[in-house]
């Protein structure tokens, strides 16, 4: 067992360990949330315990430990899977061999975008049709990781087909390539949408970015 895989799964005990935490801190705020059972609140409590006074501020004292504690076991939790997400990428995708490629748009007022598909090496990688609420995003400068896999080193080929609306509401589809090399680092893909004032059409690009 290699070293990257023992940590991979002493993240994933310490995770479970602490969400079994977590329940377990919750289990006594819940217990004393319920309601009491019918025959004990309708029968008489005992002249002591009424003339006893409610140890109301010690009561609210546990139960503000109660609450930080249970808020730092699940800010630990957050933790814990958020470096286990990473981890779990670096070894499905290792530096020598990851591509990722990602989608923005400059202006894009001349080009309401529906979807994208991309190839690479003619072999489909990317599908994804989009809401109105991505392109918005997009729109706004949002840029979206459209796609993460491995690709060996040495020439390859991209493919980017663009579907949607141009200008005057047309049916709009366009297709850009790009050949390029991938080395022992993790190459980074920008497909890109633009507006040509000058053509007043919508340009689409590929941009490695090195």
Not at 48 to 54: C, E, H, K, Q, V
Not at 167 to 190: C, M, N, V, W
Request: glycine fraction near 4%; proline fraction near 6%; charge should be negative.
């Amino acid at each position: 067992m290699n070293a990257t895989t023992s940590t991979h799964r002493m993240l994933q005990r310490t995770l479970a360990t602490l969400a079994l935490a977590l329940g377990c801190a919750l289990a006594p705020a819940r217990a004393a949330d319920a309601p009491a059972p019918a025959d004990a609140a309708s029968a008489p409590a005992p002249a002591a315990a009424a003339s006893a006074p409610a140890p109301a501020a010690s009561a609210s004292a546990d139960q503000a430990s109660l609450d930080a504690r249970a808020q730092d076991l699940k800010d630990q939790v957050i933790r814990l899977n958020r470096d286990l997400l990473v981890l779990e990428e670096e070894l499905l995708f290792p530096a020598s061999t990851q591509v990722a490629l990602f989608v923005s748009m400059d202006v894009g007022k001349l080009f309401a975008l529906d979807s994208v598909q991309v190839k690479l090496d003619d072999k489909l990688v990317a599908n994804y049709l989009y809401t109105p609420l991505e392109v918005t995003a997009l729109h706004r400068g949002g840029v979206q990781r459209l796609y993460l896999g491995n690709l060996r080193a040495g020439p390859h080929e991209i493919t980017a087909f663009f579907t949607g609306q141009g200008p005057h509401e047309r049916d709009y589809k366009r297709a850009t390539t790009l050949q390029f090399d991938k080395g022992s680092e993790p190459q980074y893909i920008e497909l890109r949408i633009k507006d040509s004032l000058g053509k007043l059409q919508p340009e689409f690009d590929v941009k490695v970015w090195q």
